[in-house]
């Protein structure tokens, strides 16, 4: 059974930095892209990042520069490093298995406020 468990948000000022984790299980993580996706209060969910099997990256235009998407698929993990943090930033962040019909993890909430 896929299970995708988010973790390290928080509460932050802007400029700071959070690095969000991704433990993923129940599948062969080697073989997958991985994804980020955010929500923020009363908009839809967003694409954020993602990372291939060949550890290529791509990332909307609007974080490129500042966030980071890694892999370490020794210890099945999928990371999101994010500096220089915005009020705009503020969303629930969901970690996301590009498979046929796609999993998504519980979301972790990150705020960006004075």
């Known amino acids: 059974q896929v299970q995708l468990v988010e973790s390290g948000g928080g509460l932050v000022q802007p400029g700071g930095s959070l690095r969000l984790s991704c433990a993923a299980s129940?599948?062969?993580?080697?073989?997958?892209?991985m994804r980020w996706y955010r929500q923020a209060p009363g908009q839809g969910r967003e694409w954020v990042a993602r990372?291939?099997?060949?550890?290529?990256?791509d990332y909307v235009r609007s974080v490129r520069g500042r966030f980071t998407i890694s892999r370490d698929n020794a210890n099945d993990t999928v990371t999101l490093q994010m500096n220089s943090l915005k009020s705009e930033d503020t969303a629930v962040y969901y970690c996301?298995?590009?498979?046929?019909?796609?999993?998504w993890g519980q979301g972790t909430q990150v705020t960006v406020s004075p």
């Open positions: 129940g599948f062969n993580f080697d073989i997958y892209p």
């Open positions: 990372i291939g099997v060949g550890l290529d990256t």
């Open positions: 996301y298995l590009e498979s046929g019909s796609g999993h």
